[in-house]
C-alpha cells in the first residue's frame, strides 16, 4: 500500500475537492492557505491516483517503486489520533519490494523527489524507465554510431541513470583524473563566500587545476556566468579552471571564461564531456563505466 494520514477528517471516498476541503476545515481548522494547499495533496492522492499508474516512495537514500493495483479506500482501524495512515491505496510494488537506491537515479528523478509535499507528480516517463528497464544503462562499447549519440541527448535532458547532482561530481572525478593525476574532492567549507571549486590537483612545474561541476539539464537552461564567477572566485592568480556541465554554457558564460588570462577558465560542455568518456572507454573499469551511466556490452567480455 501507499497512505496518509489525516484521520480526523474521516472518509473521503466520492468526495470531490470541495468536499475533501470542507471537511479538512471542519476537522483540523487551518488557515486558508494551508487549508487550500492540504486539500490539494488529498485530492491528488483520493482522485487522481489510478489502478495501473506509477508510484514511487521516498525513504531516505531510497525509494521504492511501485504499480497501484488498486484505488482509495479509508481504513480508519488501522490509525490512532497521534499516528497511522488511514488513507490507501494498493500498490504492487516492484523489485520483489527492494528499494532503488536515491543516488542512482538519473538527475530529472533525483531533482523531481527534492519536493517536499506529502503527494506530489514526477515526470511519467522518467519513472516507467526505472520500473520497465531497471538496468538502462547504454551498453559499450559497440559499434552503432548511435550509442553516442544517444549518451549525449541523455546525458542533456538529465535521463543518464546514475548521472545526478551529486553523482555528476564522481563521474567526472573519475574522467578528468586520467588527464590531471591527484585530482580530488575539495569539502565546500573550505571554500570562501560565493566561490565553488569541487575538484583539485597540483601538478609539476606548480601548476593548479580547479574544477567546478555543473549538473544542468536542457529544460533548465544553458549554463551561465554566475558559475564562471563562482569558480574564478576560488581561483588564486596563475591558477587554471576548468568547467564541466552536462549541457551547454552560453555565449555570456562563454565570454566571461575568455575575459581573464591571469585566471584562465576553459568550459568542458556536455558534448564534450561524452567525447572524453567514448575516447576513454578502454581505460575505465567497469566500475567507472557504472558510475558514468555506461556498461560493457557482454559481447566484448
Avoid at 10 to 29: N, P, S, V
Avoid at 122 to 148: F, G, R
Wanted: net charge negative.
Amino acid at each position: 500500500m501507499a497512505a496518509i494520514g489525516w484521520l480526523r477528517a474521516g472518509d473521503f471516498t466520492g468526495c470531490d475537492r470541495g468536499e475533501i476541503q470542507a471537511k479538512l476545515k471542519a476537522a483540523y481548522h487551518y488557515e486558508p492557505r494551508q487549508l487550500a494547499q492540504t486539500a490539494g495533496i488529498v485530492d491528488r492522492f483520493v482522485n487522481q491516483i489510478k489502478p495501473g499508474h506509477a508510484v514511487a516512495v521516498p525513504d531516505g537514500d531510497k525509494v521504492y517503486f511501485g504499480i497501484v493495483s488498486s484505488g482509495y479506500s479509508f481504513k480508519p482501524d488501522l490509525a490512532t489520533e497521534e499516528a497511522g495512515y488511514p488513507h490507501w491505496v494498493g500498490v504492487e510494488y516492484q523489485f520483489g519490494g527492494q528499494p532503488v537506491l536515491r543516488s542512482e537515479l538519473p538527475a530529472i528523478l533525483f531533482d523531481a523527489l527534492k519536493g517536499r509535499q506529502t503527494v506530489f507528480s514526477l515526470p511519467a516517463d522518467a519513472v516507467w524507465e526505472v520500473i520497465e528497464h531497471p538496468d538502462s544503462y547504454v551498453s559499450v562499447p559497440t559499434d552503432d554510431p548511435n550509442v553516442k549519440a544517444d549518451y549525449i541527448k541523455s546525458l542533456s535532458a538529465g535521463s543518464v541513470p546514475g548521472i545526478n547532482s551529486p553523482r555528476f561530481e564522481e563521474a567526472v572525478l573519475k574522467v578528468l583524473s586520467l588527464y590531471f593525476p591527484g585530482l580530488s574532492r575539495l569539502p565546500t567549507t573550505n571554500a570562501p563566500a560565493g566561490a565553488d571549486t569541487d575538484l583539485r590537483t597540483s601538478l609539476p612545474a606548480g601548476i593548479v587545476i580547479r574544477v567546478q561541476v555543473k549538473c544542468y539539464r536542457d529544460d533548465r537552461g544553458e549554463m551561465r556566468e554566475n558559475a564562471v564567477r563562482q569558480l574564478r572566485d576560488s581561483m588564486d592568480v596563475g591558477e587554471h579552471g576548468i568547467i564541466v556541465t552536462t549541457n551547454r554554457a552560453g555565449d555570456a558564460a562563454q565570454r566571461l571564461a575568455a575575459s581573464d588570462s591571469v585566471k584562465p577558465i576553459g568550459i568542458i560542455d556536455g558534448l564534450e564531456f561524452a567525447q572524453l568518456v567514448f575516447d576513454n572507454l578502454d581505460r575505465l573499469d567497469d566500475e567507472d563505466l557504472w558510475t558514468l551511466g555506461l556498461r560493457r556490452a557482454l559481447a566484448a567480455r
